[in-house]
């Protein structure tokens, strides 16, 4: 869009200067938002019933030559009020007033008129247009981001908190406090052939400076060779894990009003404004204008912005201004993409005098663009590489100040020192380290990282109240190599726990890690490494949940102690296919509530298993973050599975040792309908020779009041144990599908969440043989379902659930119909 705007700005600035020259008279001025203050860009400033006119810089500046007939000017802007001035004077303030458009005066007739048949021949020609449907092309991009905190209140720059630090916020022309805390540039080819599929990035330049650990994230994995974020060819539009109607869809006249705003001849042939915006506000949708032209009917350019009801937590705004160019004389392609984003850090209204806004903009610019190719080869059998120059982050100034495809703006020139001298502050660092922690488990110390906070204390009813001290060895001391330990005491049981552990990071262009670890802890009946599949990001075997921890239901005393020899080795061959290998000795002590025991009356003092297993994880166009040793996988729109096999032998003594074999996979997917979205898991498996009860499959139950995903919520936590099993777990996110449509009811922003839970298991007697099954462990006749229904963005942080067990009935007494709830943070 920018080069679209500038070839506007400097054709009437030429005809200014020949008006100039003629009447000798010019205005200048500047058009902001009355109610914010901030300038408005891309406002059109004309005289009326002529083309004698300009459109705002980014500052919302404008100068034009006065009219030699014309004495009213027009100033107008899309999501605002026009406003007109007689004989304006040569200096002008225009403050813009923010507008509601009233649906019932915009009407559209059903017959053939003018914007109807325009939008069918958009919606004729949309694949033709869309540049993600070319056969191969290939451009160089380049990308800034830009975060900030803006907006900050008096008060809160005042408050103990911030008042020492107030000194580092700088001030923007319209009086704006703002403090930069990350900024960062990539210059990077990019390459998409459609067939075979092969999608290949390489990053020729990097710079990212960012506060505290933002300077080491870095997103990873795929990134898509036309990643603008928003392609409004596409539509769906997919925004923080909704879908919105993209105002160019073909069922768009459900879900839009369109009216036709004005059209320009431009070399031989028009191009036509047309304004759209939602027919409810109850939807996923937008409002804006777009540009498009009668040659080909592609998109020329398109300004949009979320609809201000939609409901999305600490969302203020959502802008996004994308411009599209032609090569070849005749094939579309991306020129310009911004994306604007204001987030409230304090949105609860009760709290409106302590504002605090981030705001994050995103601007990729799209140079080089060639089209045909050739055929694509990749230095992985895969179909998309990221690939990273050895240099990239090595890049001077003189080199951005050469390759960057836009200049940056004074405030951006500075934030580089000031982020710098910010990372120093007391509070950025600690602030800084305790987001290192959720992220890792360990607070960091310097040379030495304290942790896994997770383990620090916990109450159960074996040990009675457990502390624990451990810690590692930070990358200060080594990036490839880590050592740690720790150990811990049971107050009631008296008796002590550990863990000790080495790690070896290989230097490849892909993952590679070496572990050894020893654990001894008391873990839960049911606990084990199988919800890491679905909880991928998750440091414990357990799903956290604040209710759960506060309110329980029964005691826990389903619980006994591991001791666990692991060593593993883990490999990424390309993006997409991970594998590992790994050898694990596992012995299981005697539970003091549910003892071992053998034959009805012979009691079992430990059981044990050797077990060595091999698993592939699949994915595709996948995105993460690496951290050290850890690895953050970002949510996605395809499914990611897991396919284990292992086998092992089982030691409890000289006669009931014995040989088996298990397999075990997952499939997690996230499905999209409309502005509705399905969270559907599937994990299954089964065990061949004989094992003890706890080696085998135990549904994972709750005895408390919270809610989890992964679990059955309405089953104990050792009612059933399976060699042979397939658990369903659905969750459909109406997200507010229904409830927005409500008067009043919509303002609360509620969404509806929907769950079905299904569990199917068997169990051969031939593992009794090694040991007996605790007293009330029954075999299941029916598969298990468990239905859920309930409303989640209560408060924005709270999901409540009326969860019913259909069948079958318990015989613990477990509940058949209760209410769980579950805290959590989200769009």
């Given amino acids: 869009m920018k080069q679209l705007h500038f070839r506007i700005v400097i054709f009437f600035s030429l005809l200014s200067c020949y008006m100039y020259a003629q009447q000798g008279g010019m205005i200048t001025g500047k058009v902001i938002d009355a109610a914010t203050g901030e300038p ?97 092309y290939a451009y160089r991009k380049y990308s800034k981001w830009d975060y900030r905190i803006v907006d900050v209140s008096e008060r809160l720059l005042k408050s103990r908190l911030l008042r020492s630090y107030s000194d580092a916020f700088r001030t923007e022309a319209n009086g704006n406090r703002y403090l930069p805390f990350y900024f960062s540039e990539q210059i990077a080819d990019n390459e998409v052939q459609k067939n075979p599929p092969r999608q290949r990035s390489t990053v020729l330049a990097d710079k990212t400076h960012g506060v505290g650990i933002l300077e080491e994230l870095r997103l990873a994995g795929f990134t898509s060779a036309l990643n603008m974020s928003v ?12 879908n919105f109607i993209s105002p160019i869809a073909p069922n768009g006249w459900f879900y839009y009003q369109y009216f036709l705003a004005d059209s320009i ?30 040659r080909f009917f592609s998109i020329v350019d398109i300004e949009a912005q979320i609809s201000g009801v939609v409901n999305i937590n600490f969302l203020k705004s959502f802008k996004v201004n994308a411009s599209y160019g032609i090569v070849e004389d005749s094939i579309p392609c991306f020129r310009r993409h911004q994306t604007e984003v204001l987030f409230d850090v304090i949105p609860y209204k009760n709290m409106k005098n302590d504002l605090m806004t981030i705001n994050y903009t995103h601007t990729t610019i799209v140079d080089n663009f060639t089209t045909n190719t050739g055929e694509m080869s990749l230095n992985v059998n895969a179909r998309y590489e990221t690939l990273e120059m050895p240099d990239a982050m090595k890049k001077d100034s003189t080199y951005w100040d050469e390759n960057r495809k836009e200049r940056l703006t ?20 600690t602030a800084s380290r305790v987001a290192q922690m959720t992220m890792t488990g360990y607070y960091d110390l310097g040379k030495f990282e304290l942790g896994p906070y997770y383990r620090a204390f916990n109450i159960n009813e074996v040990e009675g109240m457990n502390f624990f001290f451990g810690g590692r060895t930070s990358d200060e001391i080594s990036n490839r190599l880590f050592l740690s330990a720790g150990a811990g005491y049971g107050v009631r049981n008296k008796k002590f726990n550990g863990m000790a552990g080495i790690g070896y990071k290989f230097p490849s262009t892909f993952r590679q890690l070496l572990n050894l670890s020893f654990d001894d802890k008391m873990i839960r009946h049911g606990e084990s490494e199988d919800i890491l599949y679905l909880w991928e990001n998750s440091l414990t075997t357990t799903e956290n949940n604040i209710v759960a921890q506060m309110m329980k239901r029964d005691k826990m005393d ?5 001791q666990k020899f692991k060593i593993s080795y883990e490999r990424e061959w ?47 166009r996948e995105q993460y973050i690496d951290l050290g ?21 089982t030691f409890i003594d000289a006669a009931t040792d014995d040989w088996y074999g298990r397999l075990f996979s997952t499939l997690k997917h996230d499905i999209y309908f409309g502005q509705t979205r399905l969270n559907c898991v599937v994990e299954s498996g089964i065990y061949f020779g004989r094992l003890p009860y706890t080696m085998l499959n135990i549904p994972r139950g709750n005895e408390t009041m919270g809610y989890f995903t992964y679990d059955f919520n ?62 009330g462990v029954s075999a299941m006749q029916n598969p298990y379902i468990e239905l859920g229904a309930g409303f989640e963005n209560i408060l924005r942080i709270l999901q409540i659930q009326a969860v019913w067990r259909v069948h079958p009935t318990s015989i613990y007494d477990a509940p058949e119909i209760g209410i769980r709830a579950k805290f959590y943070l989200g769009m």
């Fill in 410 to 429: 004074p405030h951006q020139k500075d934030v580089n020192l000031l982020i710098d001298s910010l990372s120093k502050l007391g509070i950025v660092n």
């Fill in 558 to 562: 389903e619980i006994y102690r591991e």
């Fill in 629 to 649: 040793f850890n690895r953050m996988y970002q949510a996605g729109r395809f499914p990611v599975l897991h396919f284990t096999v292992a086998a092992g032998h």
């Fill in 714 to 775: 309405m089953l104990n936590y050792l009612e059933f144990v399976h060699d042979k099993f397939t658990h369903l777990y659905a969750t459909y996110h109406l997200n507010g599908f229904l409830l927005r449509r409500i008067p009043l009811i919509s303002k609360l922003n509620l969404r509806e969440v929907m769950s079905v839970k299904v569990m199917v298991g068997d169990l051969s007697s031939r593992h009794q043989t090694l040991l007996d099954l605790p007293a």
């Fill in 231 to 242: 392609n409004f060819y596409d539509s769906y539009i997919q925004l923080y894990s909704q």
């Fill in 265 to 294: 001849s431009r070399d031989g042939y028009k191009e036509y404004v047309v304004h759209f915006q939602p027919r409810r506000n109850s939807e996923n949708t937008f409002k804006g204008h777009f540009i498009t032209e009668n």
């Fill in 574 to 620: 390309r993006p997409g296919l991970q594998q590992s290998l790994a050898g694990t000795f596992r012995r299981h002590y005697s539970p003091e509530f549910y003892p071992f025991m053998r034959s009805g009356s012979q009691p079992v003092g430990a059981v044990a298993t050797a077990e060595i297993a091999f698993d592939t994880r699949l994915s595709f």
């Fill in 40 to 136: 408005v860009h891309y406002a059109h400033v004309l005289y009326v019933r002529t083309m004698h006119g300009v459109v705002t810089l980014d500052d919302g500046a404008f100068t034009l030559s006065r009219h030699a007939t014309a004495d009213t000017l027009q100033v107008s802007a899309v999501g605002y009020k026009t406003q007109l001035f007689v004989r304006p004077p040569d200096t002008l303030l225009v403050k813009l007033q923010p507008e509601q458009f009233d649906i019932d005066v915009i009407t559209v007739r059903p017959d053939d008129g003018p914007i109807r048949r325009l939008l069918r021949n958009i919606a004729d020609n949309r694949d033709r247009n869309n540049p993600e449907k070319l056969s191969s």
